[in-house]
């Protein structure tokens, strides 16, 4: 079956420095999604993409988050300066549009120090 | 914009026993309802969905109603077995409108051998 890829799995950054994550969703999958997961609470959106363009960013802290999906098909999410509080569990996730299912990738895990 | 609300936060039940999770959303053109699990280090999966259409769908152990008027859906699992202790999201979407997804807080189940 085929799956949403993101990496890295783990990473660890210092407060003030820079980070990103990458995903691959899966193949034909037109919609993309970020969604950020706190420990204990359910995923929450930052960012959605319909093939290349954004359709939803008003989550997104664009201080310093952003995010791209230049072809179409993998996506970047930048965080920079990463902050204490932006440890969590970043995940991806495709759909095709209509009544359609998110499928999620296994998110990456961020810690901040 | 759409609110979801997941109850209990936690539920422990004895192996061979049901539990019940349940869910209210806020607006009533939400009409895609799916149920993720998510086991630990892992990203959610689709376990069951149901359409504004049904009121109830069933799949094996797993089982989901919809009341539309009262604006809520319960996730049923019987013969609940250890592998079934996982996170449990619930989440609402309006077809259409960008199938944005609204997530509950999640329930923690634990099955007890």
């Known amino acids: 079956e085929a799956e949403v890829a993101q990496s890295p799995r783990y990473k660890i950054t210092e407060k003030s420095q820079a980070v990103a994550f990458w995903c691959d969703p899966i193949?034909?999958?037109?919609?993309l999604y970020w969604y950020r997961q706190i420990l204990g609470q359910g995923p929450e959106l930052l960012v959605q993409?319909?093939?290349?363009?954004?359709?939803?960013d008003s989550q997104l802290p664009k201080d310093r988050f952003s995010a791209e999906r230049l072809k179409g098909v993998d996506s970047t999410l930048k965080i920079q300066p990463a902050e204490l509080g932006d440890s969590a569990m970043y995940l991806c996730?495709?759909?095709?549009?209509?009544?359609?299912?998110?499928?999620f990738g296994n998110g990456t895990r961020l810690t901040v120090t | 914009g759409e609110n979801v609300e997941q109850h209990p936060s936690t539920l422990s039940v004895q192996e061979g026993d049901s539990a019940v999770i349940k869910c209210t959303y806020s607006?009533?053109?939400?009409?895609?309802f799916p149920w993720y699990k998510q086991e630990l280090g892992k990203g959610p999966q689709l376990i069951i969905d149901?359409?504004?259409?049904?009121g109830e769908k069933k799949d094996q152990r797993i089982a989901v109603t919809l009341n539309k008027t009262a604006k809520h859906f319960s996730l049923h699992i019987t013969e609940t077995q250890p592998e079934d202790s996982a996170v449990y999201f619930c989440?609402?979407?309006?077809?259409?409108?960008?199938?944005?997804?609204?997530f509950g807080t999640g329930t923690s189940l634990t099955v007890i051998p």
């Open positions: 993409f319909q093939d290349e363009s954004v359709v939803d």
């Open positions: 996730a495709s759909s095709i549009p209509g009544d359609s299912p998110l499928h």
């Open positions: 193949s034909g999958h037109a919609t």
């Open positions: 989440a609402a979407s309006i077809s259409g409108v960008g199938n944005q997804f609204y």
């Open positions: 149901i359409r504004s259409n049904v």
């Open positions: 607006d009533s053109a939400s009409n895609y």
